[in-house]
């Protein structure tokens, strides 16, 4: 893998992220997003899927439920800054911009990343024993991990929950959810994790 692979590995994620956008049933959406993974984690050079695993490789992923779909509003919160210190890209800030409520389930905090290029954030860690236990993403716009919305409707839907690239193997570091983004529910929709040795 090479800059230019991961160069080619953000503008497939962005293309598909658009392609959900642009889809009206959010369900149908989903099985176009879980198709388009499973291609890049099983066949991309900068897959984080460690390469003895990629053929054949299919993500676990929960079947569709609407009830993890909310277009929520971005309340004003305090401002607060975290400074993630990684040994590959050394710190990394994240500015938080904002709350959301999500009905029923509570309240996660709305990261901006603070560095060249920008990008809305949105870590989840919850009480599922079946995913990740560093937690989830849910939105990385800067990678292209968009599912749309502004600051007064922002589309947050749970069923787009993913793994980061650490939750495939330790070559990769990853900023996860403070206690600002965990539920204290278990969110049984999204990415499962599957340990791969």
């Known amino acids: 893998m ?28 989903h099985g176009h997003w879980v198709a388009g993974r499973d291609r890049l984690l099983a066949r991309h050079p900068a897959s984080p899927v460690p390469p003895q695993h990629r053929h054949g490789f299919t993500a676990d992923v929960a079947p569709y439920d609407p009830a993890y779909r909310f277009e929520v509003a971005v309340e004003p919160a305090e401002s607060e800054r975290r ?57 990385d716009t800067v990678k292209g991990a968009d599912l749309g919305g502004d600051r007064d409707a922002l589309v947050i839907d749970l069923n787009f929950a993913f793994q980061p690239s650490c939750a495939y193997s330790s070559d990769w570091v990853c900023p996860l959810p403070g206690p600002g983004n965990t539920l204290a529910v278990a969110v049984e929709a999204g990415e499962r994790y599957v340990a791969l040795d």
Do not use: K, N
């Open 2 to 29: 090479d800059s230019w692979d991961v160069r080619d590995w953000r503008a497939r994620v962005a293309t598909l992220y658009a392609e959900v956008r642009a889809e009206e049933r959010p369900e149908r959406a």
């Open 83 to 139: 400074e993630v210190p990684t040994p590959t890209d050394g710190v990394v800030p994240f500015e938080r911009i904002g709350r959301i409520d999500l009905p029923g389930l509570g309240a996660l905090d709305v990261w901006w990343l603070d560095s060249y290029g920008g990008g809305v954030f949105l870590p989840l860690r919850d009480a599922s024993q079946s995913t990740y236990g560093g937690g989830r993403y849910v939105l």
